[in-house]
């Protein structure tokens, strides 16, 4: 359904997307993952031809983007980041028109708009103004806009962005819901959202795709590391310090404090007998220690292993806007 | 014509439900009003015409209609909600054209309530009405070109205070190079210069409409062919953003 091909945007000096490629197909929920600033939302621009890529082509249901815009504007429906939405007009009023834009027969709208308020909830919203809704209300309203037409393809860039829990679980059971007959693609920041309702996950990190596949084979990507939890009783940062000097270690940081003790979690190349070695340098350095254990790799640790390894590019981020 | 009909509406309920098209119209109004019975010295005048009062016109556009045109695209751009317009399978040059139209509405609500002008004025001293129409003609086709202008600088910027003031600057320029006195120092620096630069300039044109003369060849072309380059210079900075 969704074909990208090689795609590089600049902006001035910096390369916001760098030869990005991948396909997708029908029934998929796509996460596109990646710290702030990576690319995410200037690839989701360029798949829903809001910009131009610099080179290499992307097709939507074999529509070309450049020469076939209206056609793949048609079957898109598109929320961007923070959702902008006309704050003077009326909910139901702003459905009406994103259903006339979105090329609705005159005669289908009144039960398409019935059909995507029950979708989302927002009965008794419709007599509001928008610029007057909560957050949580706002997005409703973007995806309702979004899927009016009820498009085959759902791209909704950081549609969990700033709601309250309960509201990001209703939103992730709207979209896996949505995900059983469309195709979903949707950016995010934050892993745990991905990994709960993705069925494949693309990373990308200053522009580039680190990886892409399912959250298990991601998993098993992570098979050459190995990590392990200690409990340690020490000064932090020398504590970290001297940790990183171990054999084979990767990264070093704390991820919870329990009173004088700070468990640490380390990871280290996989063979280098992380466990001894950590027990070797606490008791070196007359630490505590109060429990020391292995850690499974979880997707989070191939998420920070892949994007890591240096801060991302910030002036993509505000070129991306 | 589904879509500029469709955006239209939007755009003419979003100037109709802020307070902008009111004060607008109410500025406009208080300030041909300042110049009727000021400026024009209606009453004091041997033998009333409207003329100077028409004669306003020019002027009091070139300074307000820049705060129609002004949010067209600027406001939409610095609230994204411009990202999702043109992500919906409409075309450019529809959402251009849309809301061309649904700023020139306002300045017409605005010219038929300048109406009264003429009506009371007809009541106490006969009016030449085919140049009052032909004034109106002009008046019309004036605002055409300059809402035209206003909302092609909009497109520029996400700055709504810039594209007020870059749009009344220019307009203000535009006025004044088809100002005789103008046109005459211009002609003194280099001959036929500001013959040829007052072709461009609004005043110049607006003067024949002003003595009842309507030049189709002349003035209409001026008008008709001012609009079509601003709104295509519109659409190409509107395309162009996509780069």
């Known amino acids: ?265 380390v990871r280290a190349t996989k063979g280098m007998d992380l466990g001894r070695n950590l027990y070797r340098i606490v008791s070196e350095n007359g630490w505590g220690l109060s429990s020391l254990e292995p850690d499974s790799q979880s997707l989070e640790d191939v998420y920070l292993q892949l994007t890591q390894s240096k801060p991302p590019a910030l002036s993509a981020a505000a070129a991306a806007g | 014509m589904r879509n500029v009909c469709t955006i239209y509406r939007r755009e003419i309920s979003s100037y109709f439900t802020s307070p902008i098209a009111y004060i607008f119209i109410c500025a406009f109004l208080v300030v041909m009003g300042v110049f009727f019975f000021f400026y024009n010295a209606f009453f004091q005048q041997a033998n009333p015409e409207l003329r100077s009062y028409f004669g306003a016109f020019p002027l009091t556009f070139a300074l307000l209609i820049p705060a129609v045109t002004m949010r067209l695209w600027s406001e939409e751009r610095k609230a994204g909600t411009l990202e999702l317009l043109m992500t919906m399978p409409l075309k450019s040059w529809e959402v251009v054209l849309a809301k061309f139209l649904s700023g020139y509405t306002v300045i017409l609500v605005t010219l038929i309530l300048t109406l009264t002008v003429p009506l009371s004025v007809a009541l106490v001293v006969p009016l030449d009405w085919g140049v009052v129409i032909s004034s109106y003609i002009g008046a019309f086709l004036l605002a055409g070109v300059y809402i035209a202008i206003g909302s092609a600088v909009s497109a520029f910027t996400d700055n709504q205070i810039v594209a007020l003031l870059v749009a009344m600057v220019l307009l203000f320029i535009l006025w004044g190079i088809g100002f005789p006195p103008v046109t005459r120092a211009l002609d003194n620096i280099w001959d036929g210069l500001g013959r040829a630069l007052g072709w461009f300039g609004s005043s110049s044109h607006f003067e024949y409409f002003i003595k009842g003369q309507l030049n189709w060849g002349v003035d209409f072309v001026y008008a008709f062919s001012m609009m079509a380059f601003f709104l295509i210079l519109n659409n190409i900075v509107v395309e162009w953003r996509k780069f």
């Open chain 1, 1 to 265: 359904m969704i074909e990208v091909k090689d795609i590089v945007k600049r902006y001035g000096a910096t390369v916001a997307v760098n030869h990005v490629s991948f396909n997708v197909g029908k029934g998929e929920i796509l996460g596109f993952l990646g710290p702030n600033g990576a690319g995410k939302s200037t690839t989701l621009k360029i798949l829903t031809c809001y910009i131009v890529a610099d080179s290499g082509s992307v097709s939507v249901q074999g529509h070309d983007v450049l020469e076939d815009s209206l056609e793949v504007r048609k079957c898109i429906g598109y929320l961007p980041e923070s959702t902008p939405l006309y704050s003077e007009m009326r909910v139901v009023d702003y459905l009406r028109f994103a259903a006339k834009a979105r090329q609705v027969a005159p005669s289908q709208i009144a039960s398409a708009i019935d059909r995507v308020v029950n979708a989302v909830k927002i009965e008794r919203m419709l007599k509001k103004n928008v610029g007057h809704l909560s957050k949580g209300y706002r997005q409703r309203v973007g995806l309702a806009q979004a899927l009016i037409h009820d498009p085959p393809i759902l791209i909704l860039d950081e549609p969990t962005s700033g709601l309250d829990p309960h509201q990001i679980i209703e939103i992730r059971e709207l979209l896996r819901d949505l995900g059983r007959s469309k195709l979903v693609l949707f950016s995010s920041h934050i892993l745990q959202e991905i990994s709960a309702i993705c069925s494949r996950i693309i990373i990308i990190k200053d522009g580039r795709l680190v990886a892409d596949g399912t959250p298990t084979s991601l998993q098993a990507q992570a098979a050459d590391v190995e990590a392990c939890r200690a409990c340690i009783d020490g000064p932090e940062p020398i504590v970290k310090e001297r940790l990183g000097q171990g054999a084979g270690v990767r990264s070093v940081e704390v991820v919870a404090h329990r009173g004088s003790f700070n468990v640490y979690k």
